[in-house]
């Protein structure tokens, strides 16, 4: 059974066959990661284009490792986007880049919506790698890769989102993932970091932090923006850290275990100390080995597909 | 001399509770008779055939962007005053954020001199203060005598409550208003309405308070100065009720919707298309629901298109960096009489006042008279022609419009007026 879309813009309706279906392949693949010899012939001639206009190093090392496992041709292209506002538009750019005939674009942007600007500017297989505040499907589904096999199933388990949730494009996928899987998801920050109506996609909203480790089994720590403005939406990292920073204390008052996902990169000190970022809870780079698997089976799943 | 019949329309003036059935005869451009036909009328005379079609004092839109001077790429003061009179209007105010702004006599009368000799009065509202920066104040009296309609830092609020009181102190001699586009500025900057919608699609929004705050601040303020306030393009429904309570305690406070404020929400944005990107932005069902109920009970007491024409490279970008505003000119009277009149909220008569008599109140301007004597200046309109828009066909240069390919049903048969008609898509002399 192939995927339902040609493209992967975000979680967000996808059903839950197709997330199965990604799931399942990512493990054949992960197996293939445990191997001497780790590449295989798949995406052979096939063209792959990373296009970041946003800085973002981590993901983009991610996606290229995939690529390279599955025999793509890989092109980098990063622009700055103070360098797009004066030269070529978005739209100027992909009709050069449909003209080099590319099969999968792989798209990071700081405006939300732009993969699926892209999807009606050309033809290739569009990849969401992360649009402005909106999704970040790969980032979510290998979350959920990770909390599969870390705890068997998602169907029923709680999920609480820690962190600046408005500000987050990580949120929203592991939501739409997440509740598509049967998990219960909860979200938990300080007000200002809680966007307007996230009751209305079937999120419970908690503002005290030990109240959501005690409720919940999964605990998805999103990394607090310490630079910009972002700084507008709480008093002081030191406040933020007292109040909603994951302890070893903290956890240890509830008493219970409790699983530990983090995007990355952490802010030590800050979102999780220390201890938590580097004790037995944590999976933090199980999710960076089970972001390559996934990405090779999104890739993959739709590069085969047509 | 100069003969014209126009054959069988409904006459309807609200103003001078004129509503019948008849005929007019213009010669060189004046109403010479209203009545019967005879067969010595009929000679040299060139006659249109209107089959029963409404005609009312010519409309007016307050609030256009032409962007003359400066992207003249974009819209020119002739092919805005051709859409203008396209879209059924012999009428407009053009707004100040044009390059340089309109904050000197010297770029009134530029535009005055582009204006002249078409069949579309334009207005032009100049700046209330310099560059619209809301530093210093523009010079009023020596605008108004180049021919400034009224004042507005229109793309931006006027940007302190007190270089607004002054605003509103130094117009209120001249006896003009001051229009307000209505934004906190520390709340503005997002690239839609703040609700569900723009969580759920990822985008920065524009929280409704951003106007509601300074629609209650020129309220305040107008009463305080006794001068006149009017709300540009009320998007919210705290605004609306804010306006209805100004009116109530007697404040001098006026309101102005956009045809996309009454007929569209945030919905319309899941496809991120930027023809729906407009500043106010698209509001929920709940706001559309107050601002028609703004229009039933008078609380708003015009529609105006805030016509904001962009380059189609302009528009086509990124949703986050796409320039605000759609085209409205021509497509205005399809949009209020399919939501408004054939939904049952308004009348024509409604309609009529709120197309023709009530922006020129607002702006001191004489509604034309349908009468022996007065130059004819008409627009003539079929409530229920059912018609396509199709943006190709219009006569802005630009086509940045979110209605291509709706069906509307009402549609503008003719303008005339200044001794021209513009029918079946051109201009005659009449
Ligand atoms: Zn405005
Ligand atoms: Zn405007």
Request: hydrophobic content about 40%; some cysteine.
């Amino acid at each position: 059974m192939p995927l339902s879309s040609r493209h992967l813009l975000g979680l967000h309706n996808v059903p839950k066959e197709d997330i199965n279906l990604i799931l399942d392949t990512a493990k054949t693949f992960k197996e293939i990661l445990e191997r001497p010899i780790k590449k295989v012939p798949t995406l052979q001639g096939k063209t792959i284009l990373n296009l970041f206009y946003e800085n973002s190093t981590r993901t983009r090392i991610s996606f290229e490792l995939a690529q390279r496992r599955l025999s793509a041709d890989v092109i980098n292209f990063s622009v700055s986007t103070s360098s797009v506002s004066k030269g070529e538009t978005f739209k100027d750019t992909i009709k050069n880049i449909e003209a080099m005939k590319i099969d999968m674009v792989v798209v990071r942007h700081a405006a939300a919506g732009t993969p699926y600007y892209l999807t009606q500017l050309c033809d290739a297989n569009i990849i969401n790698a992360g649009d402005g505040t909106h999704e970040h499907p790969t980032q979510a589904l290998l979350d959920l890769y990770s909390i599969k096999e870390k705890i068997g199933s998602i169907e029923g388990i709680k999920v609480c989102i820690v962190g600046d949730v408005a500000h987050s494009r990580v949120a929203l996928s592991n939501i739409f993932g997440l509740k598509t899987m049967g998990a219960e998801v909860s979200v938990c920050a300080p007000s200002t970091m809680i966007p307007k109506e996230i009751e209305n996609l079937g999120v419970k909203v908690y503002y005290n932090i030990d109240d959501a480790i005690r409720d919940n089994d999964v605990l998805n720590v999103l990394r607090i923006q310490l630079e910009r403005k972002a700084r507008e939406y709480f008093p002081s990292i030191r406040e933020y850290q007292q109040y909603y920073g994951i302890t070893r204390q903290r956890l240890d008052r509830i008493g219970k275990d409790i699983l530990i996902l983090h995007p990355g990169p952490i802010n030590r000190g800050v979102e999780l100390s220390n201890e938590v970022a580097d004790g037995p809870n944590q999976i933090i780079l199980p999710q960076v080995t089970n972001g390559v698997a996934v990405r090779m089976a999104v890739l993959y799943l739709l590069g085969t597909k047509n | 001399m100069m003969k014209t019949i126009l054959k069988n329309l409904i006459l309807n003036n609200p103003d001078q509770k004129l509503n019948k059935k008849t005929n007019l005869i213009i010669e060189d451009g004046i109403i010479t008779k209203i009545g019967a036909i005879t067969s010595d009328d009929q000679k040299n005379a060139k006659v249109f055939e209107f089959n029963d079609a409404i005609c009312a004092p010519g409309f007016f839109d307050m609030h256009v962007h032409l962007r003359e001077p400066g992207r003249e790429d974009e819209e020119t003061v002739k092919t805005g005053a051709n859409a203008a009179a396209a879209g059924g209007f012999t009428g407009i105010a053009c707004m100040p954020n044009t390059d340089p702004t309109i904050d000197s006599a010297e770029v009134i009368r530029y535009i005055k001199e582009k204006a002249n000799g078409h069949l579309v009065d334009v207005y032009p509202v100049a700046a209330a203060t310099m560059s619209r920066k809301g530093e210093t104040l523009a010079p009023m009296i020596e605008l108004s005598e180049a021919g400034a309609i009224a004042f507005s830092d229109d793309g931006v609020a006027i940007k302190s409550a007190k270089i607004l009181r002054t605003a509103l102190e130094y117009s209120k001699m001249l006896n003009k208003t001051i229009i307000d586009h209505c934004e906190d500025e520390t709340l503005a900057g997002g690239a839609m309405n703040e609700s569900f919608n723009s969580t759920f699609l990822g985008l920065p929004g524009i929280p409704s308070v951003a106007e509601d705050l300074i629609v209650m601040r020129d309220i305040m303020m107008a009463d305080y100065t006794k001068g006149k306030v009017h709300i540009a393009h009320i998007s919210t429904k705290g605004a609306v009720e804010l306006v209805r309570k100004g009116k109530e305690n007697g404040i001098n406070v006026t309101a102005e919707v956009a045809p996309h404020h009454f007929s569209l929400t945030d919905d319309s944005l899941k496809t991120y298309n930027t023809n729906y990107k407009m500043n106010p932005p698209l509001r929920t069902a709940e706001d559309v629901a107050a601002i028609i109920k703004g229009l039933v009970d008078g609380t708003i007491d015009c529609i105006a298109s805030d016509h904001a024409p962009h380059a189609p490279e302009e528009k086509e970008l990124e949703f986050e960096y796409a320039p605000n505003g759609i085209l409205g000119l021509e497509t205005q009277i399809g949009i209020a009489f399919t939501e408004l009149y054939h939904k049952k909220h308004l009348t024509i008569e409604q309609l009529i006042e709120k197309f023709s008599i009530n922006p020129r109140k607002i702006l001191n301007i004489k509604v034309p008279k349908i009468e022996v004597g007065e130059l004819a200046n008409l627009t003539i309109f079929d409530p229920n022609e059912v018609w396509t828009v199709e943006v190709n066909k219009f006569k802005s240069i630009s086509k940045n419009s979110p209605f291509d390919k709706k069906l509307l049903s009402g549609r503008a048969k003719a303008a005339i007026n200044n001794k021209q008609i513009f029918i079946g898509d051109k201009f005659l002399s009449i």
